[in-house]
């Protein structure tokens, strides 16, 4: 995952200039990669649009998310697209601002974008400063992201897709009379910087939403400290997954692996996955996440002839290429940045290796990607984590996000850490709301807790948010020139999610 300048205003009155202690470990997180650029969508979807059909079954279609994103439109002036929120390390740049009135009492345009509706408050109110982070008027949310330090960008667009989230949220008229407000930080690669900005977001935030990062154990220890509720975009480590606080889209795998994935290659390619090979980042997250899909694939008749960790900086990957020559490896698959995997593709390509199935993950979804490493990526099959970008034409979820992106941050990373910020705003917003007026901690952890079946509206395969349970949902692409094409199951938008989960 490289950087792109946020153009988003800042809510200046709002700015926390408070930085967070920073270390460094140098460390390369698990989290990687650019997604697939797509053009455009068209004109602007209602909230109705969302209302897909569920996913669920052998090829089920991502379906709706069960939100309630439909909103009136109003009077209100479109507010202008602006520059970046700061997302200097430390800093909390704030997005979103009060939509145009709609007949309401609410402030005039504002930076979100888009045709404003007002606020309108429930009858008798909405109780005010019900909690931290929360007036009368606005909710706050903290956003912890990677964008600065040894890999740089590296999940920027999530922090792009919960501000377009936000921008939309409040031009459908934010929740029960309150605007909401995204107060960004950046980790910086780091776990001890990630632990400093969740305790600033504790004492300033009513949550944090669309986190993405392979540090996030250490926000995870704040998160335990102070009982900030979390939606984030993806849950990358063990501990983040054993914090009761801490949410998903992609809720992570601290105790299921879907078996869907190796049951399929297995059925495929079943002498490939018995002289398979794992390649994984010596950083905690990666050699957590290599550790528990050996266990759930071996348990399907997968078989590991080599495994290897590999550094972060690692300029060749020259003899880890001739070890798995030498041991007539057939499937090869790693857990690791865009970088390292193009370093690991070119060293195969210049020694004429080539495996029966390349497997990687849905972070190499990604055009930077596939044009690096062409000719060598053809044929290597992607894992997908969310719908595909290339499918939004039948995707009314996807569209609705992309509009709101493009229109927020033209020209952002499309990929799946955008994807799955977007929906764990979605999350938020429907749990807030339906938390009513009065709105505290502990009612949207209760409601939280409510939400199963979750896609997001269609971005995302559906996953039990509410039990902190991943998908048992898959699809699988394959790289060809500079395209991503649609291997399996094979119909658009579809997912099989027969295979069930893996529980340790």
């Not at 209302?51 to 069960?66: C, Q, R, T």
């Not at 974008?113 to 008027?137: D, M």
């Not at 409040?170 to 995204?182: A, E, L």
């Not at 190499?364 to 290597?380: H, L, M, R, V």
Request: charge should be neutral.
């Amino acid at each position: 995952m490289t950087g792109i300048h946020d153009r988003r205003n800042i809510d200046r009155e709002d700015r926390n200039n408070r930085k967070g202690t920073k270390r460094r470990n140098g460390a390369v997180a698990l989290l990687a990669i650019t997604a697939l650029l797509v053009s455009a969508c068209g004109s602007r979807l209602s909230g109705s649009a969302l209302a897909a059909a569920k996913g669920g079954g052998n090829g089920g279609a991502a379906g709706a998310s069960g939100t309630s994103d439909s909103g009136s439109s109003g009077s209100g002036t479109a507010g202008a697209t602006g520059t970046a929120g700061s997302t200097a390390k430390g800093t909390g740049g704030l997005s979103g601002g009060t939509a145009g009135s709609a007949g309401t009492s609410s402030s005039g345009g504002s930076p979100s974008g888009g045709a404003a509706t007002g606020t309108t408050l429930p009858a008798g109110g909405n109780g005010g400063a019900t909690a931290v982070g929360v007036t009368g008027t606005t909710i706050t949310v903290g956003n912890i992201t990677s964008i600065s330090g040894v890999a740089p960008g590296l999940t920027q667009s999530a922090q792009q897709a919960t501000q377009a989230w936000a921008a939309y949220e409040n031009s459908q008229g934010g929740i029960n009379g309150r605007q909401i407000k995204v107060q960004t930080f950046d980790d910086g690669n780091d776990s001890g910087q990630d632990y400093a900005d969740a305790s600033q977001a504790c004492a300033s935030d009513f949550a944090m939403v669309g986190n993405a990062s392979g540090f996030d154990d250490g926000g995870a220890t704040a998160v335990a400290k102070c009982g900030i509720p979390e939606i984030a975009a993806e849950v990358s480590t063990t501990t983040a997954g054993n914090v009761p606080q801490i949410f998903g889209a992609s809720p992570g795998n601290a105790h299921y692996w879907s078996l869907g994935p190796a049951n399929y290659l297995k059925a495929k390619y079943p002498s490939a996955v018995t002289k398979a090979a794992m390649i994984y980042l010596n950083v905690p997250a990666t050699a957590d996440q290599a550790s528990r899909e050996m266990k759930a694939n071996t348990s399907v008749g997968f078989n590991y002839i080599y495994t290897v960790s590999a550094t972060p900086t690692q300029s060749s990957y020259g003899p880890i290429v001739l070890a798995m020559q030498q041991k007539g490896v057939k499937y090869v698959t790693e857990y690791s940045d865009q970088s390292s995997a193009a370093r690991l593709l070119q060293a195969m390509q210049q020694q004429n290796f080539t495996p029966q199935v390349v497997d990687w993950f849905g972070e190499e979804y990604s055009p930077d990607f596939i044009n690096q490493t062409q000719p060598a990526s053809n044929g290597d099959l992607v894992l997908m984590a969310t719908a595909a970008y290339e499918e939004a034409g039948s995707n009314p979820g996807m569209q609705l996000y992309l509009q709101w992106l493009n229109r927020v941050a033209p020209g952002a990373k499309h990929d799946i850490f955008g994807a799955f910020a977007w929906s764990a705003g979605l999350a938020f917003a429907q749990a807030a709301k339906a938390a009513g007026p009065h709105l505290t901690r502990a009612g949207l952890l209760a409601q939280l807790a409510q939400i199963h079946n979750w896609t997001g509206g269609g971005v995302q395969p559906p996953a039990d948010l509410g039990n902190h349970v991943p998908s048992a949902c898959f699809s699988y692409f394959t790289m060809q020139g500079s395209s991503f094409n649609r291997t399996y199951p094979a119909a658009a938008n579809t997912f099989d999610c027969t295979g069930g989960l893996a529980k340790y």
